[in-house]
């Protein structure tokens, strides 16, 4: 089975400031990891997967994640937040032969001026 | 991609009650998802529906408990049956097209307060 480990909670950060949500998976197989964004009160919205290939992948709204296996994280980052990007965010995995994704808790990146 | 809708956005239970949740997807899709996010938890996957056939649940989660339906390839509904406490968290749907590798699509979720 897969696991995910969020190691922060909540990242406050200021406007304009890069930030990095850190994310650590634990896996006896071959993975797929996923950054999900949940703004308030909407449903969760894909930001970036990692499948294969390089191994830093680029997503929306100018989010980036690198896949570190020797490290076995994926941790997402962005040189510069707005106000906006204040959200909660998920790490996710799934096994390359099944459906289910295996989420981490969350963390809260606050964004403030 | 999707737009998915469920009902309720929220609502507020006693225990030993029933509630059944509806999830709908502006598009036909193979797969749908029903998660569950206790608070200050992880989401967690209950079970796959697939439609024409019995949804498949997860280790801990039991049909008696959760049952699904799957009527159409746009349609979904699950129930959390004989409510407790232990139940109050946030019931999300999610949507895919079959491929492993494919992004799920989530719905904006139910959040059930059971008292």
């Known amino acids: 089975a897969q696991s995910v480990t969020q190691l922060d909670s909540q990242v406050p950060v200021f406007e304009e400031a890069p930030v990095e949500l850190r994310c650590n998976y634990s896996?006896?197989?071959?993975?797929?990891l996923f950054w999900y964004v949940q703004y308030p009160n909407q449903g969760l919205q894909l930001l970036l997967k990692?499948?294969?290939?390089?191994?830093l992948v680029k997503g929306i709204n100018g989010f980036e994640a690198e896949f570190n296996k020797s490290q076995t994280s994926f941790h997402l980052r962005k040189p510069s937040v707005h106000i906006s990007d204040t959200a909660e965010y998920f790490c996710?995995?799934?096994?390359?032969?099944?459906?289910?994704?295996?989420f981490g808790k969350g963390t809260s990146l606050l964004v403030t001026p | 991609s999707a737009v998915i809708s469920q009902k309720p956005s929220r609502d507020i239970c006693q225990r030993g009650t029933s509630l059944t949740i509806q999830c709908q997807v502006d598009?036909?899709?193979?797969?749908m998802f029903w998660y569950r996010q206790q608070p200050g938890q992880s989401l967690t996957l209950i079970a796959t529906a697939n439609q024409g056939s019995e949804a498949t649940y997860e280790s801990g989660f039991v049909i008696d408990k959760f049952p699904i339906s799957r009527p159409n390839l746009t349609f979904s509904t699950l129930t959390v049956s004989n409510m407790s406490p232990e139940d109050s968290s946030i019931y999300l749907c999610?949507?895919?097209?079959?491929?492993?590798?494919?992004?799920?699509?989530f719905g904006p979720g139910t959040r059930l307060t059971v008292l």
């Open positions: 990692y499948l294969s290939g390089s191994t």
């Open positions: 598009s036909q899709v193979t797969m």
């Open positions: 896996s006896s197989v071959s993975v797929y």
């Open positions: 999610s949507v895919g097209w079959g491929g492993v590798s494919d992004e799920q699509f």
């Open positions: 996710a995995v799934s096994g390359i032969s099944g459906y289910a994704l295996n």
